[in-house]
């Protein structure tokens, strides 16, 4: 009986290729499974291609309320963005394919897991990292970076082989799409100079010119309203990528350090992504205590190095969890939103458990500040570096001392 492997399939032309390679080349019964994260692909179409390919057995899982609710939704408490742009569009779907294909292949007896990542991307790190923290006696496998085929060559791979696959050797754009947004490479898009070219966007594809304010409703962190209308978080994310993408808004052009040291220059779209993460951390300032808002915001950069790293399942990544969770707690009220033609900026913010009190900031009448306090802290306050300045202070210049 030959040995199982589970393969990470998502119908594309690598891991097509590898159902064949695997079977053709380490004698090996492919089962292929396919997690819906929101890509929006035809998974019956995904399940045949697998089969004609040569996998013994095709799975495919629907992961996408998980996603929203057990990815996206720490990414928003966190507001994760790596390298403060990236909103980690990929790296947050792969350790939820991860547990699947874990899972999978206890289920099917299977002693290895494959990837069709190649050797300089980040990807391959997410998959073989997290498979390794959930189930370290699983073997890794990564055909992409043994079989030493190029993309032309995968594509006359799958010709002679009669692959169904889509990819051309004239397509030259790579995609990874899930409900938290799209990642365009490849072509010329490798080039840091060139503009991406307009076919390369279909999320952020202006067609409304009107302004709009939209308001999106929290619970404890977590976005649960669109302008009153209750939803779950998948369809919340669903709804306001398509209003805030209408407007040509949600596009990121940015030169990103990959795990692997190299320089790569990055394209995506994720109106949705940075329309909530916007949204959380403006609430975020009327509603945590000020020493808590400026530790989180400390901790944030690291938390999305981590998942982009692919350290999901690791201690420290638990741990930040733990201090973020609890810092949501009171994480909760309303942010407008105001739309325009490549505009979506925050107009208001309400919470009723704001920590703004109009009597403390205003200047006009009401004023509860108690101004007589002001003298004695702002004395105190400065007393440390008044004592250092009398005694030890540096001349300023061209003051002659």
Aim: glycine share 10%.
């Amino acid at each position: 009986m030959a040995e199982r492997v589970v393969l990470a399939y998502s119908g594309g032309l690598d891991t097509s290729v590898a159902v064949k390679w695997l079977g053709e080349n380490m004698e090996m019964d492919v089962i292929a499974v396919a997690v819906d994260v929101g890509q929006g692909d035809d998974f019956d179409s995904i399940r045949r291609r697998a089969l004609a390919a040569g996998a013994v057995e095709s799975v495919v899982i629907d992961a996408r309320s998980e996603m929203a609710d057990e990815y996206v939704a720490p990414a928003i408490a966190a507001n994760a963005l790596y390298e403060g742009r990236y909103p980690l569009v990929s790296a947050l779907s792969r350790p939820v394919i991860v547990r699947h294909l874990v899972a999978e292949a206890r289920r099917h007896g299977a002693g290895s897991v494959a990837h069709g990542c190649t050797g300089k991307g980040n990807d391959q790190v997410r998959f073989e990292v997290g498979i390794r923290s959930l189930a370290p006696e699983l073997d890794i496998l990564a055909p992409a970076r043994v079989w030493g085929m190029t993309r032309e060559d995968c594509v006359d791979y799958a010709a002679k082989h009669s692959i169904e696959v889509e990819a051309t050797k004239e397509k030259v754009f790579s995609i990874d799409e899930n409900l938290w947004g799209r990642a365009i490479e490849c072509g010329e898009i490798e080039d840091p100079w060139s503009s991406p070219p307009p076919e390369a966007y279909t999320l952020t594809r202006q067609s409304r010119n009107e302004p709009l304010e939209v308001v999106i409703g929290f619970e404890s962190g977590v976005p649960v309203s669109i302008d009153g209308r209750q939803m779950n978080l998948a369809q919340l994310i669903g709804e306001i990528g398509a209003v805030v993408g209408s407007y040509g808004w949600g596009r990121i052009d940015m030169v990103e350090n990959r795990r692997v040291g190299i320089k790569s220059r990055e394209t995506y779209e994720c109106p949705a992504a940075l329309a909530l993460i916007m949204a959380h951390q403006d609430l975020e300032s009327l509603t945590l205590e000020r020493d808590l808002a400026h530790f989180k915001t400390l901790i944030e950069g690291r938390w999305a190095e981590l998942v982009y790293d692919g350290m999901w399942f690791s201690p420290l990544k638990q741990a930040l969890d733990a201090f973020i969770s609890t810092s949501q707690a009171h994480v909760s009220g309303e942010v407008r939103l105001a739309l325009a033609p490549g505009v979506c900026q925050v107009s208001g913010r309400r919470s009723p458990v704001g920590l703004y009190d109009h009597g403390l900031a205003t200047y006009d009448e009401g004023d509860t500040f108690s101004h007589a306090d002001s003298a004695g802290f702002v004395s105190l306050f400065g007393l440390s570096v008044s004592t250092w300045a009398a005694r030890q202070g540096i001349a300023v210049p061209g003051s002659g001392q």
